[in-house]
Structures are given as structure tokens and as C-alpha cells.
């Protein structure tokens, strides 16, 4: 089942009323239809790990939703409207069966919360007022966020789910030169790429996108690099006003944008996923298994799961042999102790 027929079941636990009128008045209707509870925190210690624009983090098994205010910002409806997401998911039957099965499920997850606050915040029928036709355009997002009240990373959303292929939308801080948030669309068959852009990533200088000037728009094809220095090239659409860079890429010349088209073969992500507990939770990382203990390393700390036994470890006073803490008495190890 794709994405977009999970969020479709999901958003069923919602009224209509209930969805018309949550971007309006996200808190009234998460407290007075839905009664959860929902709270404000100045800093949170804990957020979502979604790639993405999310400030908040929930309780669900409580209905507790706590969330960082953005005061004079639409980034708080789109907040709230991700964690009524992680809510509605966790009532869908099936969906974790499914998500188990994919290659990466915590990125799936976030993509189908993230795609669910969209819905909320942004219908379908103010998309296809501003994309009347042809391939969609970085612009877009911008003629977006000014119809509506929906933040800049769900117009964002909005539009990657009606990229055809492979590819992102993507927005660019220029003052921190990153990217400050990415929807990828993965290929319909081969699943994510090894190379794309995502949250976070520093733009290299001299980037084309970056010497984009206010009010200026682009298309053609672009290389992006990635964090190990891998490197893969894109068409891309992009715009840009005196804070940001929006750029729209994608593996096809969807704007015809160039007369040659000789695209190498693209790679896929292909390492194997396993769920480890780690650093206070249960994940699932992507990643090659030890050869000795047959688990993957920790994203977090860096350690497969003999390194982290290993570091608990402790040396016996006498021979100076390692052993674990709970076969010391004393000090000594048990052929010590004789």
C-alpha cells in the first residue's frame, strides 16, 4: 500500500469538521473534539527525529502532546498537525504491520506524519488552484504559503507528492547556508538514493543555488554531494526571495530544461535494515552488521553491540584481564578468586 492510501485511512478517524477546521484552530479541535491534552514547552530536551520542521514530541499511550511555540509563526500548526499524525497512525489497523516491512521505518513514519499535517493544513483543492497545469515549480511553494496558512515545509510536502519520479523539494537557509528542510519522494521501485539532499546538510560554497539572487528563478541540471563526499546529478527548478532558496529536484528533466540528456546509472541505498535498542530506544538503522556480534553500529554512539559490551567491561586487579563487571567479586576474576 503506498503513503498516500495510509494517510487517506488515518485522516479517517477525523470528521470533516474535525479536518476543515483544524487549520483555523489546530489546539481547539486536538483538546475539545479529540481530548488530548496539549502544552507548550519553551525548550524542549526531546523532539522528533523526522528530518524535517517538527518541535514537538508526544505521549501517546497519556495524550499528551508537548510542542515548542514559534510565536508569529505557521511552524507551530505544522507541529501540532505531525504529532495529531504520529496519534492517528498509532489507531490505524495494519499500518505498523506494513511499516515494519520497509526499508527504512522511521523515515517512513515521519513522511507519513509529515504528508498527514499537510492534508490538514493545506487540501488538495488550494494545491490545484496555484498548480493549474504543467510540471510543478519552485515558485509554487512560495504562491503556496501566500493562499493559505500552511508553513513553507508543507507546501513543500505538498508538492513533492506530485513530483513523478525520484526527487525533493527542498529548502535553503541562506543565512546558515543549509538545508532547512527536504520531502523527498523516493523511486517507486528502487526506494532512496545513497545521494539527495536532506535537513541539515551545508551547501557547499559556491553552489549555484546558493549564488541564486532574490528574485530569480533557474532550471537546469545541478550535482549534489552528500556528507561522504558521494556525488550525483540533478535537474533542478529553483526560486528564491532575500531568506531562502527553494529548489525543486528530480531524476528526469520534468521542465525540459536541457537539449542533452545522458543521466549515468543512479545507486540506491541497499544496506540492510535491522531494529537495535541503543542509547535509550528502539530503532531501526540502516546500515552493514559486525562481523562478529551481526548487529549494525548506532547512528547515535557509533557502537555495534560487542563495542558497547565491551566498554562495560573491567579489568581484574590481578591478572588484568577484562571481564564483565557482574563476574568480579572484589576485583577479581573467578580464577583469581581460587
Known sequence: ???DRWVERALGFLNGSMQERFAANPIHVLQNDLKLKVERVEHLTNRRDDGG???GVSFLQDGVILYAPTPNSRRENFTLAHELGHWL????????????????PPRVLETVCDRIAQRLLLPNDVIDSVVAE?????RHVMAL????????????IALAKRLPRLGAVVIIDRWSRQVAYASVTPDPEQGWPVVFPWRDQPVPDGHPLLNLAPGVTFARRISWRNSWDKQQDYYADAASDNKQVIAIFSDTDIWGSERLHIDPPRE???R?????HCCGRTRAVRGYPCSDCGQPHCPECGFCRCERAALREQACSRCFLRFLPHLL???????CRV
Open 89 to 104: 497512525v498509532e489507531r490505524t489497523d495494519g499500518f505498523y504491520d506494513w511499516l515494519a516491512d520497509q526499508h527504512d
Open 134 to 138: 504543467g510540471p510543478i515549480r519552485a
Open 53 to 55: 520542521a517538527c518541535d
Open 145 to 156: 504559503y501566500d493562499v493559505s496558512q500552511a508553513s513553507r515545509p508543507a507546501c513543500a
Open 329 to 335: 567479586v572484589d576485583g577479581l576474576c573467578e580464577e
Open 1 to 3: 500500500m503506498k503513503l
Open 268 to 270: 540506491f541505498d541497499t
Open 272 to 276: 540492510p535494515v535491522a531494529d537495535i
